[in-house]
């Protein structure tokens, strides 16, 4: 059971979220915050949580100050943005803060719900119009290249497989997998999954449809 727990500052956005979530056999809230800071006191209390729906734009604590603080206080809870905003100035922190994925709140149901499966894995999920945001960012070029087999599994891992999956596709090891992606963090100067694939599309390294 993935426990759930949803973080906006309107009801009416909780309430319909929660609808979706309690609908799934394999899902279920366990609670509500209105803000960050009460997102935050929540999962201090003990109440288990797996995954966070993080909304960006709230009073007291906003989603960015809050996802730091859960990376500090609960590096095994997942957080996934859901929110209107794509803009550069919302996008880049939320990833480099620590979040799993981000999604828009256009995003269909049964997308969300696939991402909140993948998010508790610990897959990054990164929705397509994000993927574009980051793909126009201009940084500073890559210090040491990505070889063609660490991109191949980059680019599994954008699309959400487990290392399972892309090493079944790429007829290699998970151990050799879980190697390429070292590589990359160490290349990507990253340290978890959906900050390689953040930097992966600033950099213009994979299309904003990876597959």
């Known amino acids: 059971m993935i426990r759930v727990l949803i973080v906006d500052d309107h009801p009416v956005v909780r309430d319909g979220l929660r ?13 509500e915050a209105g803000h960050g800071a009460e997102a935050l006191a929540r999962v201090e209390s003990g109440t288990g949580v797996d ?63 696939r991402a909140v499966r993948a998010a508790h894995r610990g897959e990054a999920v990164i929705s397509p119009a994000v993927a574009g945001r980051l793909m126009g960012q201009v ?9 063609a087999r660490e991109l191949q599994v980059l680019g599994f891992v954008a699309a959400g497989s487990t290392n399972r999956e892309t090493a079944r596709a790429l007829f290699i090891s998970e151990a050799t997998v879980k190697t390429h992606l070292l590589h990359v963090y160490a ?3 990253v340290r978890d999954r ?11 390294l994979l299309p904003t449809d990876p597959r």
């Open 19 to 31: 609808g979706v979530i309690d609908g799934e056999a394999d899902m279920t809230v366990v609670g």
């Open 51 to 113: 995954v966070v729906l993080m909304d960006l734009r709230m009073p007291v604590m906003g989603g960015v100050e809050a996802i730091r603080e859960l990376r500090r206080a609960a590096p095994d809870t997942r957080v996934l943005v859901l929110t209107t905003f794509d803009s550069d100035r919302d996008v880049l922190p939320a990833v480099e803060a620590g979040a799993t994925g981000y999604l828009l709140k256009d995003t269909p149901r049964d997308e969300l719900l």
């Open 139 to 147: 940084r500073a070029p890559v210090p040491d290249a990505l070889s």
């Open 187 to 189: 290349k990507l100067e």
């Open 194 to 204: 959906a900050s390689a694939v953040a930097a992966a599309y600033r950099r213009g």
